[in-house]
């Protein structure tokens, strides 16, 4: 039973072939902005590699470029047939040539559903590889003078103040960590020689923030130091205090970020593949109905057009046997290679 | 004697005609982007309106919208004269018109010239009112709880970060204003005592400066309170620090970046008054072309077409001449009248 079989009069053939070339032109420009969106995503991933541990997201933008390639040459392809298809006498090369190339297709546009679904399966990879980079990062804050580690103070500096976020899951992050480097440490003074026997490390911890942390929005002016002790600063309460510092963790935000990204990204890599989806289909209808056309004498009788030529369990056999035969004439050569030097032996015997 | 004769036979006029045409779509194209430069620098104006005491005058991205719109309509024309120019019945009814088109135009290409100086030489009195907003600004940067000033601070602040400059001149503004609110200054301890009877206004002055004067650059953490101060911090020389806080003024920041963005469309605007007189040349080509024809029942006869009919000095003179005549003339009639009047009377 043929598969969603359409009949095709000379007229509404060419009308497809026709659009089918104006399609293949809109859905080439598709494919560049997929590509374009590719880019645009990699760098902005690649921008904050510093704070990101494992680089298993950047697979989303790597699939969106390798696709949106792929599609400029396919639909540059399907422009081709679309056009050589009304001269019939230039058709029939494309034969053995379009059936490996809609498999090919095929499995090219269904990569873009795999990047959409990867995109949001990979949150928590991305969630963890960011937690981790931002803890590696606020624990090197301080060490300006190690090479390899002597910009991550700049780096997480110029990310609170851009993404609006303070510490890893918000500012009390910075209370852990001996953010002040002990070259600008006076050790003979009382209070750093308390604060470093303090704790078991020996590290010079405070309830303080970088000033990076600070929110433009706040009425007063930034309250860096001795954020939890009331009685330092006039008129403050910190349990109460909302607008002093950034509220927000810069994990959150990062995240959120990429999130919203991919969000905004998602609707068009749909509309790529629903189109590229739509040129293959009508392609396919295209190849079967020129295809009762060839070798007839009248051009303009009507032929049928059809996506598969049996029902779709019959041809997944079909396929099975094709292969299967594929395999067994590569066995059978690798056999026939081996026993050419028992049949004259059997010969010899009857003839002595 | 003509100015740069050229003939022209039905190919060549043809071939003028289209290419002109194409010519008139990318000057379109032109102005519609000096349309969009004047307003994105209205825009950026007004951004930072706070910062230049609302006080800023915006006529020279007023004039890059206008000049931009006029020359989308100018152009727009001009391309429909050129298809006409083809076919000689829809011609007829532009020639009278041509003249003064042309006219137009040049007065047109007058006008951008003039608008490309002033986008050069706005920069002086932008300086003056960035000078005198800032300074206002830092002024009521501690009133957060003054309605109409309330987010001057915040402003300010991500001004500072955004362009990377404190002060208005450099950091040192910032220790002849008070920019701690009385709300938040305990008045019962000795230091604020000292510090508010230490000058005559009573303002709380301090050698520090706000969060968002500090370098992210710098290996230390940032030091705003008591600068000037070597002793307050553990290895430190306020002579010979450079990375602490931003050592450039906000004015001087500001400047620059308003400086080029209008050299940016100062530059631009030229190049498409260079495009405009070019169609403006190629149109008056066109016309003389297609008025000179041999023979004018025949549209593939040839023709002779020029940019002045005489040499520059003499159209010069008959432009004067027909000025003086024209004054005359009234001069003339006066006295007419007048005699008329005197005798009637």
Same mark, same amino acid.
């Given at each position: 039973m043929v598969l969603l079989k359409i009949k095709f009069p000379f007229q509404k053939r060419v009308r497809l072939a026709q659009g089918l070339w104006l399609l293949s032109w809109v859905a080439m420009f598709s494919g560049a902005i997929t590509f374009a969106i590719g880019v645009f995503l990699k760098t902005e991933l690649h921008r904050r590699s510093e704070v990101m541990?494992?680089?298993?997201?950047?697979i989303v933008p790597n699939l969106l470029m390798a696709v949106g390639l792929a599609s400029v040459g396919i639909n540059i392809c399907a422009g081709k047939v679309c056009q050589d298809s009304l001269d019939t006498s230039r058709f029939p090369r494309w034969k053995t040539f379009l059936p490996p190339f809609f498999c090919f297709s095929v499995f090219i546009t269904s990569l873009l559903l795999v990047a959409m679904i990867l995109s949001f399966a990979l949150q928590p990879s991305l969630e963890e590889s960011l937690k981790i980079g931002l803890k590696n990062g606020i624990r090197f804050y &301080?060490?300006?003078?190690t090479p390899g580690r002597c910009f991550q103070k700049e780096t997480i500096d110029r990310l609170q103040i851009e993404f609006q976020c303070c510490g890893n899951?918000?500012?009390?992050?910075?209370?852990?960590?001996?953010?002040?480097?002990?070259?600008?440490?006076?050790?003979?003074s009382k209070e750093v020689k308390d604060r470093v026997r303090s704790n078991v490390d020996g590290r010079y911890l405070l309830d303080g923030v970088p000033f990076?942390?600070?929110?433009?929005?706040?009425?007063?002016?930034?309250?860096?130091?001795?954020?939890?002790?009331?009685?330092?600063?006039?008129?403050?309460e910190y349990q109460t205090?909302?607008?002093?510092?950034?509220?927000?963790g810069c994990r959150q935000a990062l995240v959120s970020y990429y999130m919203g990204l991919m969000n905004t990204i998602g609707p068009c890599v749909l509309f790529d593949f629903l189109l590229q989806m739509t040129i293959l289909v009508s392609l396919r209808y295209l190849q079967t109905a020129m295809e009762g056309v060839i070798?007839?004498?009248?051009?303009e009788i009507e032929t049928e057009g059809y996506?598969?030529? &049996?029902?779709v369990k019959e041809t997944l056999l079909e396929t099975k046997e094709k292969v299967k035969k594929l395999l067994q004439f590569a066995q059978v050569g690798d056999a026939s290679a081996t026993t050419p030097g028992t049949q004259p032996d059997e010969e010899k015997p009857a003839t002595a | 004697m003509a100015l740069m004769k050229v003939k022209f036979d039905l190919k060549k006029r043809v071939k003028l005609a289209q290419m002109l045409w194409l010519m008139y779509w990318f000057s379109i194209m032109a102005g519609v982007l000096v349309f969009s430069m004047g307003l994105f620098f209205k825009i950026e104006l007004r951004k930072r309106s706070e910062l230049m005491d609302n006080?800023?005058?915006h006529f020279v991205p007023n004039i890059l919208i206008g000049v931009g719109l006029l020359a989308c309509f100018l152009n727009a024309c001009g391309g429909k004269i050129c298809y006409d120019s083809l076919d000689s019945t829809k011609f007829v009814k532009w020639k009278s018109i041509l003249k003064p088109f042309l006219i137009c135009c040049l007065f047109f290409n007058f006008l951008l010239i003039v608008t490309a100086a002033m986008c050069f030489a706005m920069r002086i009195p932008l300086e003056f009112t960035l000078a005198e907003g800032l300074k206002n600004g830092m002024k009521y940067? &501690?009133?957060?709880?003054?309605p109409g000033r309330c987010y001057m601070k915040r402003t300010l602040d991500l001004m500072q970060i955004e362009f990377r400059c404190c002060g208005n001149?450099?950091?040192?503004?910032?220790?002849?204003?008070?920019?701690?609110?009385?709300?938040?200054?305990?008045?019962?301890?000795k230091e604020v005592k000292d510090r508010i009877s230490s000058n005559v206004d009573g303002k709380y002055l301090m050698d520090g400066v706000p969060?968002?004067?500090?370098?992210?650059?710098?290996?230390?953490?940032?030091?705003?309170?008591?600068?000037?101060?070597?002793?307050?911090?553990?290895?430190?020389d306020h002579y010979t620090?450079?990375?602490?806080?931003? &050592?450039?003024g906000c004015r001087d920041a500001l400047v620059s970046y308003y400086g080029g963005m209008m050299n940016t469309i100062g530059i631009l605007v030229l190049m498409v008054t260079l495009l405009q007189i070019a169609v403006m040349i190629g149109l008056q080509y066109v016309n003389t072309s297609l008025s000179t024809l041999?023979?004018?029942?025949?549209?593939e006869s040839e023709s002779e077409g020029w940019i002045?009919?005489?040499?520059v000095k003499e159209t010069f003179t008959d432009i004067m001449a027909n000025m003086k005549a024209m004054g005359k003339g009234n001069q003339v009639d006066e006295e007419a009248n007048e005699e008329a009047v005197a005798t009637v009377s």
């Open positions: 541990h494992s680089m298993d997201i950047h &301080k060490d300006t003078d899951t918000n500012y009390r992050d910075w209370f852990e960590v001996q953010w002040i480097s002990s070259r600008y440490l006076d050790f003979t990076s942390c600070c929110n433009p929005a706040s009425p007063r002016p930034c309250i860096q130091y001795s954020l939890l002790d009331n009685s330092a600063h006039y008129n403050y205090e909302e607008l002093n510092l950034y509220n927000r070798g007839q004498e009248n051009v996506i598969l030529e &049996k029902g | 006080n800023e005058s940067y &501690k009133d957060t709880d003054t001149n450099n950091y040192k503004d910032w220790f002849e204003i008070q920019w701690v609110s009385n709300r938040y200054l305990d008045f019962s301890s969060f968002s004067c500090c370098n992210p650059s710098s290996p230390r953490p940032c030091i705003q309170q008591q600068i000037t101060n070597n002793s307050a911090h553990y290895s430190y620090e450079e990375l602490n806080i931003w &050592k450039r041999v023979n004018p029942e025949d549209p002045l009919e005489k040499t």
